[in-house]
C-alpha cells in the first residue's frame, strides 16, 4: 500500500483531504485503481469514509476527471462518483456517458448504467436492454436496476416469462435481473422456479436481496422457510458466510424459535442446527473468515442450540408426505420406519431413491423394502442405484 493510499484510508483528517483533492484535481487514475484493488483488504467502514472522502473533493472545475476512474470499477465507490457526476450532468457529460455505454469496456458501461438510473435519456434504452444480461455481474445488476427505474414493464415481463426456461442457467439469469429490477410482485413466480430448478439454492440465494427474509415469513411462510433451507444448505458451499448478515439469519432464526410452533418450523430448524453444527466443527468453512462471521455463525449456532432437537423431531413425521415441499429435508431427520416406509409408494421417483437411501442407512433397507420400492420406477438409473443399495 503507497503512501497516499494510507492518508487516503487514515484517520487524519488533514492527510485524508489532501490525498483526496488530489485525486480529484490531478485525476491520480494509478491511485484510484491502487484503491479499487484493494477492496478486499478494506473494512467497509473505511470505504465509506474513503468514499465521503471522494464526494466532497469533487467540484465543479474537476468532476470530468471522474470520467478516467470508470475504467476501474468498485461498488464501493460506483454511487461516490456518479452522485457528483449527475450533480453536474449536462447535455455533454450524457452524451459523453452515452459513448461509454456504446462503446467503452464493462466497467465503463456499469458506471453508465447506474449514471442513466438518475439520468433517463432515452438514448440510454437499447444499451440497457442489451447489457442487462451481460456475463459481468455488475453491469447486468446495474441495467436491471436501472429499467427497474424507468419502470419498464416490457423487460420485467420478458425477465418473467425467461422464468419458464428449461435452461437453469437462464432461470437463474431471469431470477437475478427480477431482484435487481426491484419489482416485489415477481416474488410468487421466483418461489415458483426456485422449487422447479436444480439450482434452487442459487435462486434462494437471490430472493432475499428483492424481500427480506423476515417479510417473506409474514407475507409466504410456507415459501420462506424452504428458502430458509435451500439457504442454509448453500452456506459455504454456494453462498459466502458473510451473506448471514445481509439475510439477517440470526434475526429470522430466533423469531422462529420464539414465535412459531410447527412442523415447517421445526425442519427448517432442524436442518439448520445441523448446518452450523458442520460450519462451527470443519476449519474449512471458517479460516479465511473475519473475526465478526466467525462470531456472527458461532453466535447462530448457540441461538438454535437454544431450540431442544427432541421437541423438533416430534414434528418429523407430519410432513413425511409425498406432497410436502419439505419431505426430502424431513427426511434426513426421520426414525421412524413405518412412516418412512409408506413413502416407497410414492409416485415421485426421487423421492423412492431419497426414501431407501434413508432406510439403508438406517439399516432398514431389506428386501421387501426394495421389492415395494422397484415396483413405481421406471427410470433406469434410479433402479440401478436402488439394486445396488
Known amino acids: 500500500m503507497t503512501d497516499n493510499l494510507k492518508k487516503l484510508t487514515g484517520k487524519n483528517k488533514n492527510d485524508y483531504e489532501a490525498v483526496a483533492k488530489h485525486l480529484v484535481d490531478d485525476c491520480d487514475v494509478e491511485l484510484f485503481k491502487e484503491l479499487v484493488d484493494n477492496d478486499d483488504f478494506l473494512f467497509d467502514f473505511v470505504k465509506n469514509n474513503v468514499a465521503q472522502r471522494l464526494e466532497n473533493a469533487v467540484n465543479q472545475n474537476n468532476y470530468q476527471n471522474l470520467i478516467e476512474f470508470l475504467k476501474y470499477y468498485s461498488q464501493s465507490y460506483e454511487d461516490a462518483i456518479v452522485g457528483s457526476l449527475v450533480k453536474y450532468a449536462d447535455e455533454d457529460l450524457t452524451d459523453l456517458m452515452l459513448d461509454k455505454f456504446e462503446n467503452g469496456c464493462d466497467n465503463e458501461k456499469a458506471y453508465a448504467a447506474k449514471y442513466f438510473a438518475k439520468i433517463q435519456d432515452p438514448l440510454a434504452y ?5 447489457n442487462s444480461y451481460s456475463d459481468n455481474e455488475f453491469l447486468a445488476q446495474n441495467c436491471a ?28 439469469s431471469a431470477v437475478k435481473f427480477l431482484t435487481a429490477y426491484g419489482d416485489k410482485k415477481a416474488v410468487p413466480k421466483l418461489f415458483e422456479a426456485m422449487k422447479n430448478s436444480t439450482m434452487a439454492e442459487n435462486i434462494a440465494g437471490e ?22 433451507i435451500y439457504i442454509t444448505n448453500a452456506l459455504g458451499e454456494i453462498l459466502p458466510l458473510s451473506v448471514v448478515f445481509d439475510f439477517e439469519l440470526f434475526e429470522v432464526f430466533e423469531d422462529l424459535i420464539n414465535n412459531h410452533e410447527d ?30 462471521t466467525k462470531n456472527e455463525i458461532f453466535d447462530i449456532k ?13 414434528y418429523v413425521n407430519d410432513e413425511l408426505k409425498e406432497d410436502s415441499p419439505f419431505v426430502y429435508t424431513a427426511l434426513d ?13 410414492s409416485n415421485n421417483q426421487t423421492l423412492i431413491l431419497k426414501t431407501a ?5 438406517l439399516g432398514n433397507f431389506d428386501e421387501t423394502a426394495r421389492t415395494v420400492a422397484l415396483l413405481k420406477v421406471t427410470d433406469i438409473n434410479i433402479k440401478a442405484i436402488i439394486r445396488a443399495l
Open 207 to 228: 430472493i432475499p436481496y428483492l424481500v427480506p427474509l423476515y417479510e417473506l415469513i409474514k407475507s409466504d411462510y410456507e415459501n420462506a422457510l424452504l428458502a430458509i
Open 145 to 172: 436496476m436501472t429499467l427497474g427505474a424507468w419502470h419498464d414493464e416490457k423487460s420485467f415481463d420478458e425477465a418473467i416469462e425467461k422464468l419458464q426456461n428449461s435452461d437453469d442457467f437462464e432461470k437463474l
Open 302 to 314: 448457540k441461538l438454535l442450540n437454544s431450540a431442544k432437537k427432541k421437541d423438533l423431531e416430534k
Open 357 to 361: 437411501e434413508v432406510l439403508k442407512s
Open 126 to 130: 437499447e444499451f440497457l436492454r442489451l
Open 263 to 292: 412442523s415447517k418450523m421445526a425442519i427448517t430448524l432442524l436442518n439448520a442446527k445441523g448446518k452450523f453444527e458442520t460450519l462451527t466443527e470443519n476449519d474449512e468453512y471458517l479460516f479465511d473468515e473475519d473475526k465478526n
Open 333 to 345: 431427520f426421520a426414525t421412524d420406519e413405518l412412516a418412512i416406509r409408506e413413502l416407497l409408494k
